[in-house]
């Protein structure tokens, strides 16, 4: 082989698995929760539904139950959403990070989710909403105890 073929070969040898890993990264980013806008207030998503979050009651150690409320646009109760939430300890890195849990629907057509708060300190819940399988909006907020 002459010289040049020595070095591409070697240049293909290198760039090839180079470029993978630069791929991966771009395809490994993490989802993009948007903050939310606070506990009780409308959080839209898209134009079609928005939903309301909140603690039954103020959280404290021990478990919280989370509630989400989801309306279609005209305001009437909508169900047909999958609710998932990850709680954990930002501070911690995912030292009680819950893994994603689906909410459970009460009769009403309320959506809850039991938070286990094992020690006090900022914790934040990600919240995942799912339509047919598809995740069609993120959110995430943070809260005291
Ligand atoms: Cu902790």
């Known amino acids: 082989m002459s010289k040049t073929k ?37 959080c839209w998503i898209g134009e079609k539904y928005y939903f309301t979050y909140k603690f039954v009651e103020k959280p404290k150690l021990g478990t919280a139950i989370l509630k989400i409320q989801l309306f279609d646009k005209g305001g009437d109760r909508f169900t047909n959403l999958e609710i998932a939430g990850n709680s954990g300890m930002p501070s911690m890195g995912g030292a009680h990070d819950s893994g994603e849990v689906l909410f459970k629907l009460n009769k009403k057509g ?13 914790w934040e819940v990600r919240l995942t909403f799912t339509k047919d399988k598809k995740v069609i909006y993120r959110g995430s907020f943070k809260f005291n105890v």
């Open 110 to 122: 309320d959506y809850l989710l039991p938070v286990n708060i094992v020690m006090p300190g900022e």
């Open 6 to 42: 020595i070095w591409l070969v070697w240049l293909i040898l290198i760039l090839f698995p180079l470029s993978g890993l630069l791929l991966n990264q771009t395809y490994k980013q993490e989802p993009v929760y948007k903050v939310l806008p606070g506990s009780g207030k409308k």
